[in-house]
């Protein structure tokens, strides 16, 4: 997992730069409205809308702007309806890439994503072809010199983490997704602070790739990423770090 930590945190890093843009808003705005949709405005009962709405709390976003998304989301006020749609491929070196849409055309949507993987030297495979590859689960990045190993660890797993794990930068805590907001409320409790804490998807396996197949998969990541329908991506990849810095550069 430790590979994914490191992309982990570069995208974080990168978020501050979206949330400038507005683009981090528009993201978790769209999440927002779906699961009170699907789940009902309630965030006591609806795990998935207490998630999102807590990542966009950690995100600064006002509180208006997500009452407004639940409201939309049930009904309450007009908005747009957002369709989920899930597409699976391939990037260089055979590496697995999921990618999470929220779309209000799902034609226009799927064939800019056919377009980006097909620029980026990835193929776009049928549904099912990967995403077995992946568990879905809670992972929360804390990093390393910000906390005491063996105190986090203890905390962690008292509190129903399921793994933990040291990584190069990172102390890594993975959780079942519906234990995630019940732990990092344990952390918190104990003065725990964490650079990332969300639900994704993670590798059951990684593909290493390396020098140009490496480039060419965080290019494709990248483009699908800036895409405005697009949520989430997720791959298979353990890239190097020189390359992944080359990135943050």
């Not at 070196?93 to 056919?114: F, K, M, P, Q």
């Not at 879905?136 to 660890?153: N, P, R, S, T, Y």
């Not at 290019?219 to 190097?240: C, G, H, K, M, T």
Request: hydrophobic share 40%; with cysteine; glycine share 8%.
């Amino acid at each position: 997992m430790s590979g994914h930590s490191k992309w982990h945190s570069i995208r974080h890093k990168k978020a501050a730069v979206d949330a400038k843009r507005g683009k981090l808003f528009s993201r978790l705005v769209k999440e927002i409205t779906i699961a009170a949709r699907l789940g009902g405005g309630d965030i006591d009962s609806n795990l998935r809308l207490r998630s999102v709405v807590q990542s966009a709390r950690d995100a600064n976003m006002p509180a208006d702007n997500i009452e407004r998304a639940i409201k939309k989301g049930t009904g309450e006020l007009p908005g747009v309806n957002y369709e989920e749609c899930v597409y699976e491929g391939y990037g260089a070196g055979g590496v697995a890439v999921l990618v999470h849409t929220l779309t209000d055309s799902r034609n226009r949507t799927t064939a800019e994503i056919r377009n980006i993987f097909s620029k980026k030297g990835g193929n776009l495979s049928g549904a099912g072809s990967v995403a077995w590859m992946f568990e879905k689960k809670g992972l929360i990045l804390v990093e390393k010199g910000a906390a005491d190993e063996e105190q986090l660890f203890s905390a962690a797993l008292d509190a129903g983490a399921e793994d933990f794990q040291p990584g190069e930068d990172n102390y890594e805590i993975v959780t079942a997704p519906a234990a995630l907001e019940d732990v990092k409320r344990a952390l918190s409790s104990r003065g725990f602070k964490w650079s990332v804490a969300e639900i994704t998807q993670i590798p059951k396996n990684e593909v290493a790739v390396t020098g140009e197949d490496a480039r060419k998969v965080l290019a494709l990541v990248e483009a699908l990423e800036e895409n405005d329908d697009v949520q989430n991506v997720y791959a298979n990849f353990d890239i190097p770090d020189e390359i992944l810095k080359e990135d943050q550069s």
